[in-house]
């Protein structure tokens, strides 16, 4: 069973920044969309950024755009969120995901196109 392990959250003063990771421990990882997600207390679970299983193309939520970064390495079947600027507003548990799907820009967001998902890490941010 292919698992998704985040690792890399904690607590970041304001203007900060944190580097996200997320190991698979499965094969074909290389054949999967990826995807971090959050989900603040008390909100639902939204998308954050994905990348196709190339890694050619890249999508953020309008959020983070310009501050967040997604990339992957194949040959280590990791993905890597890098956060930037941090804001208070970023704090959230983390969730690294994978979907066997074709990305568009509306299909990365959904939720239900993934069918694996780590634990989550946290993100908190101080202001």
């Known amino acids: 069973q292919v698992q998704l392990v985040e690792s890399g959250g904690g607590l970041v003063p304001a203007g900060g920044s944190l580097l996200l990771s997320c190991a698979s421990s499965?094969?074909?990882?290389?054949?999967?969309?990826m995807g971090w997600f959050r989900q603040a207390p008390g909100k639902e679970r939204e998308f954050v950024s994905a990348?196709?299983?190339?890694?050619?193309?890249?999508w953020h939520a309008d959020s983070v755009k310009g501050r967040f970064t997604i990339s992957r390495d194949n040959a280590k079947n990791t993905v890597y969120l890098q956060m930037d600027s941090l804001k208070p507003e970023d704090t959230a548990v983390y969730y690294c995901?994978?979907?066997?799907?074709?990305?568009?820009?509306?299909?990365?967001?959904?939720?239900?196109?993934?069918?694996?998902w780590g634990q989550g890490t946290q993100v908190t941010v101080s202001s």
């Open positions: 995901a994978g979907g066997h799907f074709i990305p568009t820009a509306i299909v990365v967001r959904e939720l239900d196109q993934y069918v694996m």
């Open positions: 499965g094969r074909a990882f290389n054949e999967y969309t």
């Open positions: 990348i196709s299983w190339s890694g050619s193309s890249t």
